[in-house]
């Protein structure tokens, strides 16, 4: 069953604490993205990535860091440089970079990540 | 600076009747639209796109309309029923590369 998988559902940081999100996909999509929301509103992009081994800056990148060491694979370390973490967070990913082709436009999201302070 | 936004907030409608969710944008490169559903504590599901070069396209109860000249998306749901009951997001793909800019989203509620 092919998919988007984030875990996990809920997590509880600490002040000071640094927290990883997990997201894996087996699409053998190219293009992994972390979004964050926050309630009531929209998606706002906190870091892309491409490529394997290769990662961009999105509007809200300070105080968050990724890696993308394996294609179906990209973690989101929220650090205590973050100091208001809570929010839901979205993973996604697409296939291709090719704009001709618009079915490879669609982003495929998981199921989210909560993240709470405690 | 260039945005993707909704008029309404909130939508009520009546199960059975027909919905109209609107977005406005206001970047004119943007060629390219796309709808999402969002269901409370789940992740974004999508609906319908559309390119910039058409102006209407059909789904299964769904309908989105682009209209360029005054640019302006909206999703039309057919029979709304209970379970379309959800956030609705437009999204447009202006970047290099292929990233969406979202807007605030739409809650629509069927009343039954």
């Known amino acids: 069953d092919g998919g988007i998988t984030q875990s996990p559902k809920y997590l509880f940081r600490k002040e000071g604490q640094n927290v990883t999100l997990s997201c894996e996909q087996n699409?053998?999509?190219?293009?992994m993205y972390w979004y964050r929301q926050d309630p009531g509103q929209g998606l706002r992009l906190i870091y892309y990535s491409q490529i394997v081994n290769d990662f961009q800056k999105g509007d809200i990148a300070e105080g968050y860091s990724v890696s993308r060491e394996k294609k179906e694979s990209f973690p989101l370390t929220v650090t205590s440089a973050q100091k208001n973490p809570t929010a839901f967070y979205l993973c996604?990913?697409?296939?291709?970079?090719?704009?001709?082709?618009?079915?490879?436009?669609?982003?495929?999201f998981g199921s989210g990540t909560q993240l709470s302070v405690l | 600076g260039e945005s993707v936004g909704l008029h309404l907030p909130t939508l009520s409608v009546q199960e059975g009747d027909n919905s109209i969710i609107n977005c406005a944008y206001s970047?004119?490169?943007?060629?390219?639209f796309i709808w999402y559903k969002q269901e409370s504590g789940k992740g974004p599901q999508f609906i319908i796109d559309i390119r910039s070069n058409m102006d209407k396209r059909q789904g299964q109860r769904v309908t989105v309309l682009l209209n360029k000249t005054v640019k302006h998306l909206s999703l039309q749901i057919a029979a709304t029923q209970p379970g379309d009951s959800a956030v609705y997001f437009c999204a447009e793909n202006t970047r290099a590369g292929n990233m969406l800019t979202f807007g605030g989203g739409t809650r629509l509620m069927v009343k039954p």
């Open positions: 996604a990913s697409s296939a291709l970079l090719d704009r001709t082709q618009a079915t490879n436009e669609k982003l495929f």
């Open positions: 699409l053998n999509h190219d293009a």
């Open positions: 970047n004119s490169a943007s060629d390219y």
